[in-house]
């Protein structure tokens, strides 16, 4: 099918005279989880991982993904017709350099302008541009062609998020917008990435699996803010709550909406790194286009009193979960009947049964054995491995509540582990320990803090292939920016109070198990250490989840490592026990004792 597929792609990309073509996996809002109808790189391939790119030539067609995905794609991916190229790997090129030693000069790659932000279009133009290659727009996306049985788009309500959770009315998020436009002496400023939509008009969708964003663009000038949506997802309520600050569109009108700045010759804000190159083109000529990034990604990752409240509350509610779930794990394991798939399904059953919840905030990962070394690994009912009572489990799951959005992961061992299994456990326990505790200068980015994590690893050789943090969102996407600890994703965006965060070293042996452990926490002012003219900043925990006590070598902790651990483990019990059955705190008590 992937050959057939592959093979009608050529037959256009002949007819639209390029060489090759490029499918990357997001969408014309730069989303990292994107809708059905626009899973074109998942189509084209079969790799259903959510980042990588897809390029297609005459002769041959590759994948290029990073290390969280190679396993995946190993197994997901026809070696006869698409080859995996690895991404950060020595030796291997990006796909841009691969291009650049394929093609010969005169040779066009094509792409969907709405599928690549302005700034990566420079930089690939630039790129291909020193051996005389053409980069080619290509206005009709290539895939979709082809894609005879394509999902229509969804069409599911929008709600209203409350100001009891939100903190925040649209009407002074607007204003704030505002007031950084005219600072910047813009008139007005496009905005087109789902959850920056979300969290500016507060509204929340379903039409995106796990994210609650709805499929919009917007305009906001110094009196109007346009919403374009589809308008069979407006109803009263809705058209209350954004009353007269919000003028509502068709979604496809966006297009007039631009060519009318353009037409007026407005001064046009817009975000090189989420606005595509096709909303670049139809303000051009014409629009007077200033680039830099929006003020909404930093008012958003910024949480407010409320929101920081909403994500301690959703986090005593998906502890008792976690503690409900181990628990029931452990009583059933034994009985040969428990899967990777049942692990999903008792999860999503338990959170579903919670107040506020509002499903899962991404497909859970549970991964037993080997599979646990599959970063992101799923689960599929052909690969869905029965959990046994021995080894080692890995489970990375979350809830979406209206008052806030969690991401947990926890490792445990379902018999005695062995002793190098103890080690690379407590190693990367030690990491997450070590930058919760660690407090840091006001201006910090999350690269300058990333190797703390890794330290423990890094003292007997081993290392994990991905980053340590990325931000969440207020009952919204569960990885969001600017910050990130990371060495490679972080753009230097300082860590500020009010930004939350995950934090999740990792060590993973092929073939045999995998180990995270995870918490989210909320960066907090730490006036305790605040010396001089430089404010400290530090991490305030809050996922509230028991760590696997069997899996801890105790001789390996440093005492100051001891009394958190113990610490955190009495913080858990006394927050999650008034909200437990009597037989879940016994558990939860054994599960907590201290070392």
């Given amino acids: 099918m992937i050959k057939e597929r592959l093979a009608r792609l050529r037959d256009l990309m002949q007819q639209n005279s390029v060489q090759a073509y490029i499918i990357p996996s997001t969408d014309p809002h730069q989303s990292e989880y994107v809708?059905?109808?626009?899973?074109?790189?998942?189509?084209?391939?079969?790799?259903?991982?959510?980042?990588?790119?897809?390029?297609?030539?005459?002769?041959?067609?590759?994948?290029?993904?990073?290390?969280?995905?190679?396993?995946?794609?190993?197994?997901?991916?026809?070696?006869?017709?698409?080859?995996?190229?690895?991404?950060?790997?020595?030796?291997?090129?990006?796909?841009?350099?691969?291009?650049?030693?394929?093609?010969?000069?005169?040779?066009?790659?094509?792409?969907?302008?709405?599928?690549?932000?302005?700034?990566?279009?420079?930089?690939?133009?630039?790129?291909?541009?020193?051996?005389?290659?053409?980069?080619?727009?290509?206005?009709?996306?290539?895939?979709?062609?082809?894609?005879?049985?394509?999902?229509?788009?969804?069409?599911?309500?929008?709600?209203?998020?409350?100001?009891?959770?939100?903190?925040?009315?649209?009407?002074?998020?607007?204003?704030?917008?505002?007031?950084?436009?005219?600072?910047?002496?813009?008139?007005?400023?496009?905005?087109?990435?789902?959850?920056?939509?979300?969290?500016?008009?507060?509204?929340?969708?379903?039409?995106?699996?796990?994210?609650?964003?709805?499929?919009?663009?917007?305009?906001?000038?110094?009196?109007?803010?346009?919403?374009?949506?589809?308008?069979?997802?407006?109803?009263?309520?809705?058209?209350?709550?954004?009353?007269?600050?919000?003028?509502?569109?068709?979604?496809?009108?966006?297009?007039?909406?631009?060519?009318?700045?353009?037409?007026?010759?407005?001064?046009?804000?817009?975000?090189?790194?989420?606005?595509?190159?096709?909303?670049?083109?139809?303000?051009?000529?014409?629009?007077?286009?200033?680039?830099?990034?929006?003020?909404?990604?930093?008012?958003?990752?910024i949480k407010n009193d409320v929101e920081i409240q909403g994500f301690r509350d959703a986090h005593v509610r998906d502890g008792v979960a976690m503690v409900r779930f181990f628990k029931w794990l452990n009583e059933n394991v034994s009985g040969g009947e428990v899967t990777e798939l049942s692990i999903d399904a008792k999860l999503a059953e338990i959170r579903g049964s919670l107040e506020l919840s509002r499903g899962a905030s991404f497909a859970t990962i549970a991964g037993y054995e080997g599979h646990g070394a599959i970063i992101h690994y799923s689960a599929t009912p052909e690969s869905s491995s029965t959990v046994k009572p021995k080894g080692i489990l890995l489970v990375d799951s979350g809830g979406q509540y209206l008052d806030g959005t969690t991401d947990i992961t926890r490792t445990v061992a379902l018999r005695t582990p062995t002793v190098e299994q103890k080690d690379r456990f407590t190693r990367v326990l030690k990491g997450l320990i070590r930058i919760t505790l660690q407090p840091f200068p006001q201006g910090t980015a999350g690269r300058q803090i990333d190797s703390l994590a890794r330290l423990p690893l890094w003292e007997v050789g081993l290392n994990f292939g991905h980053g340590v943090g990325h931000g969440i969102g207020s009952y919204l996407n569960v990885h969001e920016g600017p910050q990130s600890i990371s060495f490679y994703r972080c753009t230097g965006v300082s860590l500020e109070p009010g930004m939350v965060t995950s934090i999740e070293p990792g060590f993973y042996k092929e073939g045999e198990y995998g180990i995270r452990t995870e918490n989210l926490a909320v960066v907090r002012e730490a006036p305790e250490v605040t010396s001089g003219e430089t404010a400290f900043r530090r991490f305030e925990t809050l996922t509230l989840c028991p760590i696997d006590l069997l899996l801890v070598d105790r001789s390996l902790l440093a005492s100051d490592e001891i009394a958190w651990l113990n610490d955190y483990h009495r913080e858990v019990r006394d927050a999650l026990s008034p909200h437990l059955e009597p037989d879940e705190v016994a558990w939860l008590k054994s599960a907590t004792k201290a070392i």
């Fill in 35 to 301: 809708p059905a109808l626009w899973q074109r790189r998942p189509f084209i391939s079969g790799f259903t991982g959510s980042a990588g790119d897809v390029v297609v030539t005459k002769e041959l067609a590759g994948l290029w993904t990073d290390s969280r995905y190679f396993l995946q794609a190993e197994q997901q991916l026809d070696s006869e017709v698409l080859t995996l190229f690895r991404v950060g790997l020595p030796d291997v090129p990006s796909f841009e350099d691969w291009l650049v030693s394929t093609l010969a000069k005169g040779d066009a790659v094509g792409l969907d302008p709405r599928l690549t932000s302005y700034n990566g279009y420079k930089k690939l133009a630039a790129r291909l541009a020193e051996r005389g290659i053409e980069l080619a727009p290509v206005d009709q996306n290539l895939v979709d062609a082809i894609w005879d049985e394509r999902p229509a788009p969804p069409s599911a309500a929008v709600a209203p998020q409350e100001i009891r959770y939100a903190g925040e009315s649209l009407e002074d998020k607007l204003n704030r917008l505002r007031e950084k436009m005219a600072a910047e002496d813009t008139a007005a400023h496009v905005l087109t990435t789902l959850d920056a939509i979300a969290w500016l008009f507060n509204i929340r969708g379903q039409d995106v699996d796990f994210n609650p964003v709805v499929i919009a663009h917007a305009i906001v000038d110094a009196t109007s803010a346009t919403l374009y949506i589809d308008p069979s997802k407006i109803d009263d309520g809705l058209s209350s709550h954004l009353g007269s600050a919000v003028r509502l569109q068709p979604y496809h009108d966006f297009q007039d909406g631009l060519r009318g700045l353009a037409k007026a010759g407005s001064r046009v804000w817009l975000d090189p790194a989420t606005c595509n190159q096709w909303v670049v083109e139809q303000l051009s000529p014409g629009a007077e286009l200033f680039f830099k990034a929006s003020p909404v990604t930093l008012f958003k990752a």
